[in-house]
């Protein structure tokens, strides 16, 4: 008898011997044993889950004139194959003439979805249902899937489909709607360790124990791929198998050298992670398998850091749960974040750049300068405790210059000495000067009263020096708070005789624009024009925009988003916020 290998000889040949899939078997048993039989089904998943497996098992058992179980009660109908019928003999060696497997990646074409139109039609040979397993199906062609939709969607009563694919997205959704959809999914390392197990122990394979940890995690949640691996090591390596021959043989990094360049990386030492590398590529390691290790490591060293409970979502070895944990105290999630994203992104430039060292050495260089990050939570509790110091000051040095300057120098008050209009008078007689002559002269210091009228003050024209009395006159006399808050951008627009309207910024409107603020407009208006000036306070969007902000307005309108982009981008204080949080921009408003 020639050699069989072990995804062949180990295929399930009952359902009860299909792993992982429960939630598959269990319907198909169900539907199997009280003869409600779909006329066609969907299997989707990844590789090595056992798609075609469970299609030719339940080929078997809707064909198995012998699916009856003594029991206490009497006679009961199961739903398991009894492999001992020459229906199921032939099912299972493929030389049964009424279950075709198909293989639509060579098969893809209109003219065989015709043929086979044509012998649906026939009725079985031998058995009672005939089956039509299409594996692949997502390579058949566009004219393929038409010339299949009406067949599967009414077939006679003795067809039933079954359809394989690795790519559901691919399948149309009018195939889809016509079948019965059943998704495969990966296999946990356990289920494929236990599987491992089993097999081993029946071909007398010793082996350490990681090393089925080690080929779980190597095949990546497929069955097939497993057992494919585990065949090839015991070529390789005997019967007897080790950890080190597994890393040889599958070209993974030294244990020792991993672990050194794991503690490298947590403790940013540079020149050990360099040395530790240039070891691992000397000794002919795969560095991308060196990488996916990595990934694999700091993942399990993340979950724990969440939470140290999550011992069932980890992938590596049980025995190195201590030491995780442990690791996990060290290190913060968002750090750990940060080197998974790094490490990912550096897996991905070794598949399009190729150099693989050297990728990797670039990482270490990212790892080790790569510092524990701010919280942005942190960052706007700091910006807003920052803006409320500026105000405060702004407040208090307002407060101190109004409390220190004195009061406003005017004609009406004081009189310089040479304005003030004296006559003089004939000296007395007598040679002395008289009462009244001292009166007439001031003493130096003596506050004169004005003697001459003071000049009527002209009324300025708000129709033609509104803007600039705004700008050059009121602005600068106002609080800061009040300049640089509510009337930042401010737009001040004459809204009848001796009335004003301003847009102020919508920032804190509701908290600034206050009778307060409204009558140190009215005062300063007042002074500056001559006349009473009524202010009105309004948002920013209750004022017709000037000729200014409209073609503001429509210079914006030409701008592309993807232009509005860039120059957020360029912009010299928004860049070095992007870098810290390794964002992009992704929308401009």
Not at 84 to 107: L, P, Q, R
Not at 279 to 286: A, E, F, I, V
Not at 373 to 382: P, S
Not at 518 to 541: P, R, S
């Amino acid at each position: 008898m020639s050699y069989e290998v072990f995804a062949q000889k180990w295929r399930p040949q009952y359902f009860r011997d299909v792993v992982g899939q429960a939630h598959v078997t269990t319907t198909l048993q169900n539907q199997i044993r009280s003869e409600r039989l779909g006329h066609a089904y969907l299997f989707w998943g990844p590789r090595g889950t056992g798609k075609t497996t469970v299609a030719r098992l339940f080929a078997k058992a809707v064909n198995c004139p012998n699916r009856t179980q003594d029991t206490d009660l009497g006679p009961v109908t199961v739903a398991e194959p009894c492999n001992a019928c020459v229906f199921c003999k032939d099912i299972s060696d493929g030389t049964s003439f009424d279950v075709i497997e198909m293989d639509a990646a060579s098969n893809r074409g209109i003219d065989t979805i015709r043929d086979l139109r044509e012998n649906v039609k026939l009725s079985p040979a031998a058995c009672k249902y005939k089956v039509y397993i299409i594996d692949e199906v997502h390579m058949l062609t566009t004219d393929g899937f038409n010339a299949l939709l009406k067949t599967l969607e009414e077939p006679p009563p003795h067809v039933i489909f079954i359809m394989a694919t690795t790519e559901h997205g691919k399948i149309p959704k009018t195939i889809t709607s016509r079948c019965q959809d059943f998704d495969f999914r990966h296999l946990t390392p356990e289920q494929i360790t236990a599987r491992l197990q089993l097999i081993s122990d029946d071909e007398d394979i010793s082996a350490e124990g990681e090393v089925f940890s080690l080929i779980a995690r190597q095949s990546e949640g497929c069955l097939r791929d497993a057992e494919n691996l585990l065949e090839r090591l015991v070529a390789s390596a005997g019967k007897n198998l080790t950890v080190s021959a597994v890393e040889e043989t599958l070209g993974l990094s030294s244990s020792f050298l991993l672990h050194e360049l794991t503690e490298a990386i947590g403790e940013r030492n540079l020149t050990n992670g360099l040395v530790t590398l240039n070891k691992l590529s000397k000794q002919g390691t795969n560095l991308v398998q060196c990488l996916h290790q990595l990934i694999a490591y700091f993942r399990d060293i993340r979950l724990l850091t969440i939470d140290n409970t999550l011992d069932d979502l980890i992938q590596s070895p049980k025995s190195e749960l201590p030491a995780l944990k442990q690791k996990a105290q060290q290190i913060s999630v968002d750090r750990l974040s940060r080197i998974i994203k790094i490490l990912m992104h550096t897996n991905s430039d070794i598949k399009q750049y190729g150099y693989p060292q050297l990728q990797l050495e670039n990482a270490l260089i990212q790892l080790n300068s790569l510092k524990e990050g701010i919280q942005l939570e942190e960052i706007v509790n700091k910006l807003v405790a920052l803006e409320q110091k500026i105000d405060s000051a702004a407040v208090a040095s307002e407060s101190v210059a109004q409390a220190t300057l004195p009061e406003p120098y005017t004609r009406e008050t004081v009189v310089p000495p040479s304005e003030i209009a004296y006559t003089p008078r004939e000296p007395s007689t007598s040679g002395t000067v008289s009462h009244s002559d001292q009166q007439a002269v001031p003493e130096p210091n003596e506050a004169v009263p004005n003697t001459v009228a003071s000049e009527p003050q002209s009324v300025r024209d708000l129709t033609t020096e509104l803007e600039s009395i705004w700008e050059k006159e009121v602005r600068p006399q106002l609080p800061a708070k009040l300049n640089y808050v509510l009337f930042k951008d401010a737009v001040p627009v004459l809204n009848g005789h001796n009335q004003i309207k301003i847009a102020c910024s919508p920032t804190m409107f509701d908290e600034l624009a206050n009778d307060e603020a409204k009558q140190i407009i009215n005062t300063a208006f007042t002074k500056i024009v001559g006349e009473t000036i009524d202010v009105k306070l309004v948002k920013q969007e209750g004022i017709a925009q000037t000729k200014e902000s409209s073609e503001t307005s429509e210079k914006e309108m030409r701008t592309t988003p993807m232009m509005r982009r860039r120059q957020a981008a360029e912009d010299e204080q928004l860049r070095p916020v992007l870098a810290l949080f390794d964002a992009t921009i992704v929308e401009t408003q």
